[in-house]
């Protein structure tokens, strides 16, 4: 069945058979505005999702999921300037601030801590694939319906501010480092086409988008302090 959603201020149609990802991207359905592009998976694209998959055991809806998003992300980063980061995101004073790591570092703890501390002054955009956006020279951050595990995120947009490289530490540590230091780090989080054209498109569009952004190295324990440390150098600074 053909639904129509807004993504990213994107409105395109898709005909989603599976339940699993009608549920998932509902909060994005839209009926009163032109879809710009449809997406159309079939049985082959899900078949290629299951064979990347490590695990190959999950449902049909999932990969069903899973391909949408893969489409998408091409036809956007094409036509709209976007692409999608690996990273959990949080708005503090309408600025984005992104947490990148390798699974199991503890971005979601990180995340907590800030949500612990700081209360509402912290809303979650996406905890796990937001949409990175330039529009008229400026990178926003946007919500979509791909947010993890635990499902955390809103359709929101939020001007980029600053992209944290997290890794674990007993000491709490923050320090800005410069782009030359972490263009191939950043190419390990994001959706890397095959097609020459559209590669060289990401590449331009993060070099744009870490010149844009404060990036900080930031080493942390698990404890409250973490979170202070690293608002006190990006927010109050």
């Not at 956006?133 to 926003?140: A, S």
Request: hydrophobic share 40%; with cysteine.
């Amino acid at each position: 069945m053909i639904f129509r959603y807004k993504i990213a201020d994107i409105v395109f149609d898709a005909d989603i058979r599976y339940k699993y990802t009608y549920n998932i991207m509902k909060d994005y359905l839209v009926d009163d505005e032109p879809a710009r592009f449809s997406v159309v998976i079939d049985d082959k694209d899900i078949a290629a999702e299951r064979a990347l998959s490590p695990y190959h055991h999950e449902s049909d809806g999932m990969y069903e999921s899973t391909a949408v998003y893969r489409k998408f992300i091409y036809e956007i980063m094409d036509k709209y300037d976007a692409f999608f980061f690996h990273c959990s995101s949080i708005a503090v004073e309408n600025k984005a601030i992104m947490f990148t790591a390798q699974s199991g570092t503890g971005k979601s703890t990180h995340r907590n801590l800030w949500i612990k501390n700081f209360g509402d002054r912290v809303t979650v955009i996406n905890d796990d694939k937001p949409v990175i956006r330039k529009i008229d020279g400026k990178f926003y951050v946007y919500g979509t319906p791909w947010r993890g595990k635990e499902s955390m995120g809103n359709n929101i947009r939020v001007p980029a501010e600053a992209l944290c490289f997290l890794s674990r530490s007993e000491k709490n540590y923050i320090g800005e480092i410069s782009t030359s230091e972490i263009i191939a780090r950043t190419l390990n989080q994001t959706v890397r086409p095959k097609d020459e054209s559209l590669m060289i498109k990401l590449l331009d569009l993060l070099d744009g988008f870490l010149k844009q952004v404060k990036c900080y190295d930031l080493r942390v324990n698990m404890e409250d302090e973490a979170a202070i440390v690293a608002y006190n150098k990006i927010v109050k600074e």
